[in-house]
């Protein structure tokens, strides 16, 4: 998982985001402040020496936003930030799933535009591809395209209201039962119950331009339309869909949203968008657009797909007799200086254990550093043979 | 190949012959009972327990799942709720003992213990209402519970009313209504989505 973490990570660095810390423990009002009231019920809080109520982190963009209008307040935009770090969220639902998730992401703030969506879009892609997966596809959508629709609809505010929650549930059973009690006949009335159906390529906005009579949506599709071509020059045009039936927290987005899916995962491994209000909560309004990467299922997708990544070999364990140990810490010394990875044995052995003890770390060279200073190495499919400490480090550095 | 997970039960014989109606899938009852899982006409279909049929596909595990709204009441989770199925149909009610003074909600006691199968829903409900309870979860022969006082009243599902008249109790009010759905997992939506709305749209078409 490091090692994916590190991959992605060293991704981002390419596209010049700057990685940085943020706490784990947060105070709860603060954490509040970008999040909708199903997660913040779910953070992991407890209480402050002085009563106050903190919280464990169940996402990072908000302890990234705080930075940005606080300790980086001065920083000129757009500021470009990546994070890592462990997540904690409580679900009480019939599943204990983990508590402890583990997250890679990266926010652009002060940017708005389809530029800056495209960028962090691609990015995401790029990071997924770093990671080794392959066969994932991007799902893009926009929050202004539903939220058009609704304002659109003749409808007193409790149906409006029913008709978010119903969806955020995504129960299309209970959302049609809603809408045939309602007047409406419309053409964006039949668009709510094809919602998730309108996925596809460009032509599918052309399609939805028709059914839709509202300017928000009509701009959302615009939008769409920009970043969809934009993600065409970055190269990403066989990994996207247009998504318009994208469900998400409908408060929180403010305009283009993307979901990445990998082959045989039951849930997205990356997740994003533009969320142009959270900023100013913190006292530094800003744009801003980014995501964030599921680790966890980053690495079930790379297991299913036989692409788990190795665990690191040891280039080699030294081990050594009751006189040879000055020489053999040299020695894996002067390894390590030449980039390789080198055990040395805490305890004198014989020539037989040595063997076994090797073999149980998985090192690929035993080199055994014998009371003369000299150190018996047997090279693959060659026999032992003993050679002076420099020239096993030269000749394992050259790659034998 | 698309996966549909359909479950034992009164559910099972509507499960199959939807699937058989629509052109899906022909199975038979014994077949399917005895391996469990069966690949036929480029469907796989898994036989599970009601209550592991939301679990199975919200993990992706199956792509649909034909599972009773009663049972999506206790398991909310990511999956698509995309058909009403029509059958199976049974209400949610509030039953109290026939003899029982509850009435209308104005007749309740300021606290009222109840048992039930169905927490989740119950919960919801008594909320609703600015009811206060206190729940008693049973697994089985709930009606018993108000019999001997454990109880002032239960919620649980009928669907002819015989068992609750049996034990002469009555309804006191509809909590909910059930019927089996068709719902799917939110990621097979996105990767295999042609051959999954072709088989979506054929099962909504045969909805009797």
């Known amino acids: 998982m490091r090692a994916t973490q590190e991959a992605i990570l060293a991704e981002m660095r390419r596209w010049g985001y700057r990685y940085v810390v943020t706490p784990s423990l947060e105070n709860l009002d603060a954490l509040a402040l970008g999040l909708e009231a199903d997660q913040r019920r779910r953070l992991f809080k407890l209480s402050d020496g002085d009563g106050s109520l903190l919280a464990l982190v169940g996402e990072r963009t908000v302890p990234v936003a705080r930075l940005a209008a606080g300790k980086l307040r001065t920083a000129p935009l757009p500021l470009r930030l990546c994070y890592a770090g462990p997540v904690l969220t409580n679900d009480p639902d019939r599943f204990t799933r983990r508590r402890e998730a583990h997250q890679v992401g990266a926010e652009l703030i002060g940017a708005s535009g389809s530029v800056a969506d495209a960028e962090v879009i691609a990015m995401a892609a790029r990071c997924l591809e770093a990671a080794g997966l392959h066969g994932y596809q991007v799902d893009v959508g926009h929050s202004g395209f539903f939220q058009g629709l609704l304002d659109g609809l003749e409808l007193p505010p409790e149906s409006k209201s029913g008709i978010k929650s119903l969806l955020a549930r995504r129960d299309f059973v209970g959302l049609e039962a809603l809408l045939e009690q309602t007047p409406l006949r419309s053409a964006e009335h039949e668009l709510l119950l094809r919602f998730p159906a309108l996925r596809g390529q460009a032509d599918i906005l052309e399609a939805a331009g028709k059914l839709v009579r509202n300017r928000r949506s009509e701009q959302a599709l615009e939008e769409l339309s920009r970043v969809h071509s934009l993600l065409g020059a970055y190269g990403q045009g066989e990994t996207v869909n247009l998504d318009l039936g994208a469900i998400r927290d409908f408060d929180y987005y403010t305009g283009v949203i993307f979901e990445a899916y990998g082959q045989d995962l039951g849930s997205p491994l990356a997740q994003g968008g533009r969320y142009d209000r959270l900023l100013g909560r913190f006292g530094r309004p800003a744009a801003a657009t980014g995501f964030m990467v599921h680790l966890d299922l980053v690495g079930e997708g790379l297991r299913r797909s036989g692409r788990a990544p190795e665990l690191i070999r040891l280039d080699a364990a030294v081990a050594w007799s009751a006189a040879g140990l000055d020489s053999a810490l040299r020695l894996g010394a002067s390894l390590r200086l030449f980039g390789m990875r080198a055990v040395v044995d805490t305890q004198a052995r014989g020539q037989a254990s040595a063997g076994a003890w090797a073999a149980g770390l998985g090192a690929r060279h035993l080199l055994r550093v014998e009371a003369s200073g000299l150190v018996g190495w047997a090279p693959a499919g060659g026999r032992l043979r003993r050679l002076p400490a420099e020239q096993v480090v030269v000749r394992l550095a050259g790659g034998s | ?208």
């Open chain 2, 1 to 208: 190949m698309i996966s549909i997970a359909i479950p034992t039960g009164v559910l099972l014989q509507g499960s199959l012959d939807l699937l058989r109606r629509s052109g899906a899938v022909e199975l038979d009852r014994e077949e399917i009972g005895r391996k469990l899982l069966v690949e036929k006409d480029g469907l796989r279909v898994v036989l599970v327990r009601p209550a592991d049929v939301a679990a199975y596909v919200d993990y992706g595990s199956a792509d649909l799942g034909v599972v009773g709204k009663d049972q999506l009441w206790e398991s909310p989770g990511p999956h698509y709720e995309l058909v009403d199925l029509c059958f199976g149909g049974c209400d949610l009610v509030l039953a109290a003992p026939e003899a029982s003074p509850l009435d209308d909600p104005e007749t309740w006691p300021p606290a009222m213990r109840v048992a039930t199968k169905y927490p989740r829903a119950t919960a919801a409900f008594m909320e609703r209402m600015g009811q206060t309870v206190e729940m008693v979860r049973l697994h089985g022969s709930v009606e018993l519970a108000p019999q001997l006082g454990l109880v002032d009243a239960i919620v649980d599902l009928t669907a002819s009313g015989r068992t609750l008249r049996e034990n002469r109790l009555r309804v006191v009010a509809e909590v909910g209504r059930s019927t089996a759905r068709l719902i799917a997992n939110q990621a097979s939506l996105k990767t295999r989505t042609e051959a999954l709305q072709e088989l979506v749209s054929r099962l909504r078409a045969h909805v009797s």
